[in-house]
């Protein structure tokens, strides 16, 4: 008999993997068993598997304490079949049994964007890529300051967004360490900034297209899908990294999380956005005259505009 016994973790994923020849193999926790295993929720002698041929094993339970499960936690009484590819459950322990020709799952493709990511796992890379983050964080602070005491501000929020990515690449280098034994934490560490710098870049994009437009409404659409689009390629990357599954899975996952939290965001923004407003809405970025798109008016023919406007406007109230 050619049988090849997996024990699998509460995630799914494979924790050991053993293979036997042989017309039976026992399984408990006595050191005399063919299968060792170390579940103090199994009996010393717990269950035997017997090879039937063609028709797979037979697997019969030997008055043992806790019993056999099926995958669906239905018992065993005394003894079942067992074809190749099913998963039993001894005490807390998960079993999944295999012959030696069960057709395994298609080889994953190596995506691209591992090229990429295999220097930036050497510590060296990462470090010198995190300081040059820093510094452009640093600089995007001392652009938006208009008070005082700058160093103690530049400080705190090129600290702050630093503090925010770690924070959002160790939960994802657990997720990997649980789900593949691989952490992986500076790559997600480099993913997390590399996040956040293209995150402040497209949000001055959107206030130079505000500045030109006069209007937050344009922004506002185009800024809602570009989040959108930067999230879902955030949760892609983080789960490229921390989870083996395929493209197609990847993809639904990390659209419909970013989808679902973006569209919370806005939903919160609606509702706390008030129907009055005490004062006129009006763009109010101060912008270099590079960043404009079209020529400003001069200031004479602005108030020959607002001239004409009120006549008409006093024109029309007479009538």
């Known amino acids: 008999m050619d049988v090849i016994i997996e024990l699998i973790s509460r995630t799914k994923r494979v924790i050991e993997r053993h293979r036997y020849t042989g017309a039976s193999i026992t399984i408990g926790r006595a050191y005399d068993n063919d299968l060792i295993i170390s579940d103090p929720h199994l009996s010393q002698h717990h269950a035997v598997l017997t090879d039937l041929g063609e028709d797979g094993w037979c697997l019969q339970d030997l008055n043992s304490k ?3 499960f099926t995958r669906k936690h239905q018992r065993i009484q005394t003894r079942a079949s067992v074809k190749s590819g099913d998963e039993i459950i001894l005490g807390k322990t998960t079993l999944r049994i295999y012959d030696r020709f069960h057709e395994v799952p298609a080889a994953l493709s190596m995506n691209p964007v591992e090229k990429i990511f295999q220097p930036l796992s050497r510590s060296g890379n990462a470090m010198l890529f995190i300081l040059m983050a820093m510094a452009v964080l640093a600089m995007n602070s001392y652009l ?6 700058e160093v103690r501000h530049i400080f705190a929020d090129t600290m702050g967004l630093l503090l925010l ?4 690449a160790l939960l994802w280098a657990l997720i990997g360490r649980v789900m ?4 992986r934490f500076l790559v997600q560490l480099v993913i997390s900034v590399t996040y956040l710098l293209c995150a402040i870049f497209f949000e001055n994009c959107l206030d130079v297209i505000s ?10 659409i185009i800024g809602g899908i570009g989040h959108f689009l930067l999230f879902s ?7 490229y990294i921390a989870i083996s599954q395929t493209d197609r899975r990847r993809l639904l996952m990390a659209n419909g999380i970013s989808f679902s939290i973006v569209s919370l965001v806005l939903i919160l923004y609606f509702i706390n956005v008030s129907e009055f407003s005490g004062q006129p ?19 004479a023919t602005f108030l020959q505009q607002a001239d004409d406007i009120f006549t008409y406007s006093n024109a029309q109230l007479d009538d």
């Open 180 to 183: 593949r034994h691989d952490a």
């Open 233 to 239: 390629t955030l949760l892609w990357l983080n789960l």
């Open 144 to 149: 938006e300051l208009y008070m005082d005491d």
């Open 281 to 299: 809405n009006y763009v109010h970025y101060l912008k270099p005259p590079a960043l404009q798109w079209f020529s400003p008016v001069a200031r």
């Open 66 to 68: 806790n019993g056999i």
């Open 165 to 168: 990515g770690i924070g959002w």
């Open 211 to 220: 500045f030109n437009n006069s209007s937050d409404t344009a922004a506002f």
